[in-house]
């Protein structure tokens, strides 16, 4: 059986890397003791295929991974049961079984929406650049790709950019992005923009089937939010992150779900309280 | 005081720097019991990076027992990398806590951990990091207390100028007493002149030591005496022991860091100190007897830790662990744990040198057999009979038979190099074990390997080896070139070699006085943190501060002492009689080992008869098989049995 969890990632866990990530699943997987399945050979490993990586330092509540089970279990439940083994700020917002045949994440995901907050540049120059990229044929520039550097048009693969708005940190620009044939990165995107990126949030991935758009699992009305306390050292404004949450992206528009309230994300300092 | 998270001012801070993840805490076991004016606030504080202390296990003891008290809190802080530093300072936000991010200022205590000489500046950096002056002469009331405890502390004179007090020994029973003096001052409102005041009450609990409320003489550049200023302050400050370690089973909720650390695994000790009495060893020497955790009480730690953490990794701790008496049943217990479903796998450190040991480990490594690791320390018998680590040729050679033969293909060595009566022919036969290592795995294996690694020795306080005169860095460059030489063309072989220069520095605040506090300082200020960091460490600022003080390395390093000599460290007591050491160096010098006291009658090095206490052994008798002398016949200690003689590529075996 193949399972596909969405989780979000928010808070002080977001300075985590991707491989940290991976790490804290493979310890939650046996902690609930999920029959997951492992490779052969002189160091076995859990059968997991994550989507695309997120930055680290960035925020998402999209995120994606593919487990393998040795034996069929109980979907109900399983995302609440995870999030309680997951450290504060990973959240699993939803399981759900796999079809045989299912293409890999990274193979089907084509975009991702995002929300980028912006240093660096005052508002009218955020505008004028965002709308010139917007009206721009291409885009060419010169970037990092597997340590060497590359000339790219990477104005095809913006596929929304909305207008800049003031943001509660720097310059907030909402926009999407593909991942497909080349991908862009929020860092890049910023840097064509001639800022420098503060933060950046990913609200979904999407992939394309029969024509339209899907997210690889859509967002339940009720989530398995942390029910641990963290109260107690809220991040203070600017950084609050129920309220960020809330926001709908100015683009994508396909972007349909509930609000989802997530509290700060802090270690449990009034978990004796 | 207010109590509030920099948090905000760290975040941004956090995008602009390496592995950010080292300071946003979050780990799983992470536990704080809320600030408040009834609770004594302790910031426990590694001074290195976070990788290498949070696993640090003394630390999340402590952590743990103060939490769980009514009247304590603590916290835990890293030493910051210099790239978060620079930001730190620019910023201008203090040392913090990863718990809650509060400034290490607002806690009444900030405790450091010492098991390395080499983090000594990073400690000073840590004080003027958290907005607190870097002498203690300088504090004032509204300062925090800056407490130091581990194995360093046994001498604590090089970081007496910036440390307010050190314990010494066991930390477990202490932390209790000190944070009820402390309440009461806290409590008293910390008035102007107090802090006098609460420094000389810590002076009076047993295994503190203050050292401002000691006089340090000197006749030139010998030390005359270190005597109290008051007559209530003990002359010689008494370690600390935990006599049963079972009333102690701690951690019980074990830190999951959620970024790479070293040791990134479940840990459970299995036993404090040790007695097989490596002249070598301060650990050894420090943290006698041996208490042994009841078996049961280890097979419960490992299986509710590892069901709590999610970890696929246990290590069993100690100084030995194949010594320990229940080790074959909790190997197979962990083994056979249904639970565990074979993915387990099991480590044990430190391992000692025989196929027994080997045994055991073939056992557990059914998963991961990677490497195997020993410690012969010494290249020949006899100067292995110097150091007392009774390793005949025959056990190793059996061991690391018994590792290939058994699927290992790597195969690491440990070695000193510059201990005592060492000859040219002591040092090669570093070369020639590591070489007849390869050979034996070559009948198992194509290409095994076989890597030495070889650390300059350092003499420590409170062995019998602290009066012996460490080698230059000219000498020990000249013995690694010797083994560079003698295996250039040995394929099978790598060696590794620690910077002889380190080494040094290492001696300097290994066996200093207190007149090396300004040269700690010194270096620091000339930007010298990280110091067990190769690419941060440079011994010209240490030479160069030496020089300017007047100190000469001569006579702190290289020099032998003499018998009659006052060391900077003989107010600090391990228990241990001067002239059971003594005896013991001198019997190094005639070659002479000495068994293990755990089997064989006590020797007196004042230990238990001094402190009413006694080795807690449940094996009355030593291991089966096993080796350093206790059972052994040692007449034949460097003779290489026929069936396992190496022989020479070419020549038929
Ligand atoms: S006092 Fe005796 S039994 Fe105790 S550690 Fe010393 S030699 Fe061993």
Known sequence: MKVRFRFAKQGKVRFTSHRDVARMWERAFRRVQLPVSYSAGFSPRPKVSFGLALPTGAESVAEYLDVDLTEAVVIDGLAATLTAAMPVGVDVLAAGELEAGSGSLQQEVTSCTWSIDVGGLDLGQARARAAGVVAAAELVVTRERKGSPVTDDIRPAILSLAEPQPGSSGIRIDCELATQPRGLRPSELVEALGGGLLTAFRHAQWIERDGARWEPIPLPATDATHEKDATHDRSGPGLDRAHRDTRTPATGGAVDHPAVDHPAATVGSASFS | ?653
């Open chain 2, 1 to 653: 005081m207010v109590h509030m998270t920099l948090w905000p001012r760290i975040e941004p801070l956090l995008a602009k720097v390496q592995k950010p993840a080292r300071y946003i805490g979050c780990e799983d076991g992470a536990r704080v019991a809320p600030p408040g004016p009834g609770r004594v606030g302790w910031l426990l504080v590694y001074p290195d990076t976070y990788e290498i202390g949070l696993p640090n296990q003394g630390l999340q003891i402590l952590y743990e027992i103060l939490n769980e008290r009514d009247d304590a809190r603590a916290e835990r802080a890293y030493a910051p990398w210099s790239d978060l530093e620079a930001e730190l300072r620019a910023a201008r936000v203090p040392l913090f806590s990863v718990d809650t991010h509060r400034p290490a200022g607002e806690f009444d205590l900030i405790a450091f951990n010492l098991s390395a000489e080499l983090v000594y500046t990073n400690v000073v950096n840590c004080i003027d990091l958290a907005g607190v002056p870097v002498r203690a002469a300088d504090r004032g009331p509204e300062h925090p207390l800056v407490a130091a405890g581990g194995h360093c502390t046994y001498n604590p004179e090089p970081l007496a100028d910036f440390v307010d007090l050190f314990v010494i020994g066991d930390g477990e029973e202490v932390v209790a007493e000190i944070t009820e003096v402390v309440g009461e001052w806290k409590a008293s409102g910390r008035t102007p002149g107090s802090r006098q005041a609460v420094l000389r009450e810590l002076s009076k609990v047993v295994g503190v030591y203050v050292p401002s409320m000691y006089d340090v003489e000197y006749d030139g550049p010998a030390l005359r005496a270190i005597t109290p200023r008051h007559p209530d302050v003990p002359a010689r400050v008494e370690k600390r022991t935990v006599a049963d370690l079972a009333e102690w089973p701690y951690p019980k909720r074990q830190l999951v860091p959620l970024t790479e650390v070293v040791h990134d695994r479940l840990n459970v000790e299995v036993f404090r100190g040790c007695t097989r009495g490596c002249r070598f060893c301060q650990a050894g020497m420090i943290t006698r007897p041996v208490r042994e955790r009841p078996a049961e009480q280890v097979r419960t730690m490992v299986s509710e830790g590892l069901k709590r953490t999610g970890y696929d990794e246990v290590s069993l701790t100690s100084l030995s662990t194949a010594d320990f008496s229940g080790i074959e049943g909790v190997v197979a217990g962990v083994i056979n744990d249904p639970v565990n479903c074979g993915q387990v796998s099991l480590s044990l450190p430190s391992l000692r040198v025989d196929a027994f040991t080997v045994g055991i480990a073939s056992q557990i490594q059914q998963v991961r057999r990677t490497g195997l690791t020993f410690a012969p320390e010494g290249g020949t018998w006899r100067i292995r009979q110097v150091i007392n680590k009774l390793i005949r040729e025959e056990d190793l050679y059996e061991a690391v038979e018994s590792a290939f033969s058994q699927g290992w293909r790597r195969v690491k060595l440990y070695f000193l190099a510059g201990v005592p009566t060492e000859q040219d022919v002591d040092t090669l036969g570093i070369a020639t074990l590591a070489r007849a290592c390869a050979e034996i795995g070559r009948r198992h294996t194509k290409s095994p390997q076989v890597t030495a690694s070889v650390g300059g020795f350092v003499p420590k306080p409170h062995t019998p080896f602290q009066w012996f005169g460490q080698n230059t860095v000219a000498e020990l460059t000249r013995k690694i070139n010797l083994l560079r030489d003698d295996l250039r063309r040995e394929r099978g072989v790598t060696l590794r070699w620690h910077d002889p220069k380190a080494t040094l520095a290492e001696g300097i605040a290994s066996r200093g006085d207190r007149r090396i506090g300004r040269v700690i300082e010194d270096v620091w200020r000339a930007g010298g943190t990280f110091q067990e960091w190769s690419e941060q460490f440079d011994i010209g600022r240490w030479e160069a501060a030496m020089a300017r003080h007047g100190l000469s390395i001569d006579w702190y390093v290289h020099r032998h002492r003499t018998e009659d000599e006052v060391l900077p460290w003989d107010h600090i007591s391990a228990g241990l009689h001067k002239d059971f050491l003594w005896d013991d160096w001198q019997a190094a010098l005639r070659e002479s080992g000495v068994p293990d006291c755990r089997w064989t009658p006590c020797y007196d090095c004042g230990v238990c008869t001094g402190y009413g206490i006694e080795h807690v052994v449940a094996s009355a008798v030593p291991p089966a098989g096993g080796s350093q002398g206790t059972g052994q016949d040692l007449t034949t200690g460097g003779r290489v049995p026929v069936a396992l003689l190496p022989t020479r590529a070419g020549v038929a075996s």
